[in-house]
């Protein structure tokens, strides 16, 4: 009775209902059942909506070119920009305006995981570039070998301070949202990070193992659409109710195509294949090795009635990417229904409204985190060489021993060498 009488006289209660407005990307559930149930084929706006789309997706997909363009430097700021966007979507999911003023300053603990993850990631996986980078400079050389020396260490010691920050901060009455948002704020940078890390990761080991697998899942994305759009009929998961069957297996032979295709035209260009070893922005030349070497299939004999070339060129990497494309088309697309029951989960349409007939940044990075776990796996396992090399060597030399240890070491091979000469003669 107390519990009824409360909630049925308390005039704050009441006001705070009558006054809560939806965000622009909160949806109902009634609402979202409603607009479930109609397909792209059958919307009436689709048209309207299909120009705003397009429209953003020519400037993006301009502007993904222009950076490319510009190299391994600019990608990997533009992979750090879109980690922010999504860092700031994600954070604002569970935040809740009567905790945030009682707590000033918890934001702010957020974003300082966020860059010790930031250090953490990438220190790893950059070392070796660093190091290559500086090792004109002496000075400058030894202060940038301490840091990598130390730099777990390092990382560590922030994070430990932004647990104790957690611990200082936290006050009675707030206790369960706080500890929501500490776990909230792990998921987030275990989802963020370590999948976009490899995407970092790809982009040193040659553009072209960023570029082709990004651009399947862009491919893949718009071949669903326009698939669904006009021949969408059968819906093919609940979770999105606007995917179709008939848009599902016309994106996947589309990206299947595109691979092949595409793979063909980018491993041709030196300063897509050859691996960056450095953090430099000059064009790289390579010895573009034995994947992306023009081989001849020849067509037999009884084939050739039906085919008037005798010989077809290709590039054995075009294998490969056949394998990228169809996890591109098949698995790759369960990213975008994870985020879609995600989104269901919190009654959103959209991770934020950041683009035009897009949504947030989120909603178009959901397939790119898969498929660049997959790509920089499936590169590791059956494109990197397994035995040791000249690089891997010189990596861990630079890496782990001093100055004198390697100049000790120089004199050593030297005469070793020398003695080897001298046999031989």
């Known amino acids: 009775m107390n519990r009824d009488t409360n909630s049925s006289n308390s005039p704050s209660n009441y006001l705070g209902r009558m006054r809560h407005r939806k965000r622009p990307s909160e949806v109902s559930s009634d609402a979202d059942k409603a607009n479930g149930s109609k397909l792209l084929v059958n919307d009436r706006n689709k048209y309207r909506s299909m120009l705003v789309r397009t429209y953003s997706s020519v400037w993006m997909i301009a502007g993904f070119c222009y950076i490319i363009y510009m190299g391994h430097l ?5 992979i750090g920009v879109i980690q922010i966007f999504m860092a700031r979507e994600l954070f ?7 905790e945030e003023r009682q707590l000033p300053g918890f934001r702010l603990l957020n974003w300082h995981f966020f860059f010790t993850a930031v250090l953490f990631t990438y220190g790893r996986f950059l070392s070796r570039q660093l190091v290559n ?3 004109s400079d002496k000075l400058f050389y030894k202060l940038v070998s301490m840091v990598i020396k130390y730099q777990m260490f390092i990382c560590y010691f922030l994070y430990i301070a932004g647990f104790v920050w957690f611990i200082l901060t936290l006050k009675k009455k707030t206790y369960k949202y706080q500890f929501s948002q500490y776990a909230w704020t792990h998921m987030i940078l275990l989802m963020v990070f370590v999948q976009s890390a490899f995407a970092v990761a790809n982009i040193f080991e040659g553009i072209f193992w960023f570029l082709l697998p990004a651009s399947l899942i862009i491919i893949n994305d718009i071949a669903a659409y ?9 819906p093919l998961i609940k979770l999105s109710p606007k995917k179709t069957w008939e848009g599902f297996i016309g994106a996947s032979v589309t990206t299947l195509l595109a691979a092949f295709m595409l793979s063909n035209i980018l491993g041709r260009f030196q300063w897509l294949t050859c691996p960056r070893k450095d953090l430099s922005t000059g064009w790289l ?3 573009p090795g034995p994947l992306f070497k023009t081989q001849y299939f020849v067509v037999p004999r009884w084939m050739h009635q039906w085919f008037p070339w005798k010989e077809i060129a290709y590039l054995p990497v075009q ?5 990228l494309g169809l996890f591109a088309s098949i698995i790759a697309p369960f ?3 994870f985020a879609s029951g995600f989104k269901r989960a919190f009654k959103l349409k959209d991770f934020g409204d950041s683009i035009p007939g897009h949504g947030g940044i989120t909603d178009r990075m959901d397939c790119q985190m898969v498929m660049a776990v997959f790509a920089y796996i499936y590169h590791q396992s059956f494109v990197m060489p397994q035995s040791f090399s000249v690089d891997m060597i010189l990596e861990q030399i630079l890496r782990n021993l001093s100055f004198e240890e390697q100049h000790f070491l120089h004199e050593q091979l030297g005469l070793i060498l020398q003695a080897k000469q001298l046999l031989q003669a």
């Open 74 to 78: 600019y990608i990997w700021a533009l």
């Open 285 to 287: 030349h390579c010895d």
């Open 319 to 323: 294998c490969h990417a056949l394998a």
């Open 226 to 234: 326009f698939f669904g759009f006009f021949f969408g009929r059968t």
């Open 92 to 98: 604002n999911l569970l935040r809740r305006a009567n």
């Open 133 to 135: 980078t500086v090792t």
């Open 335 to 337: 990213g975008g229904f």
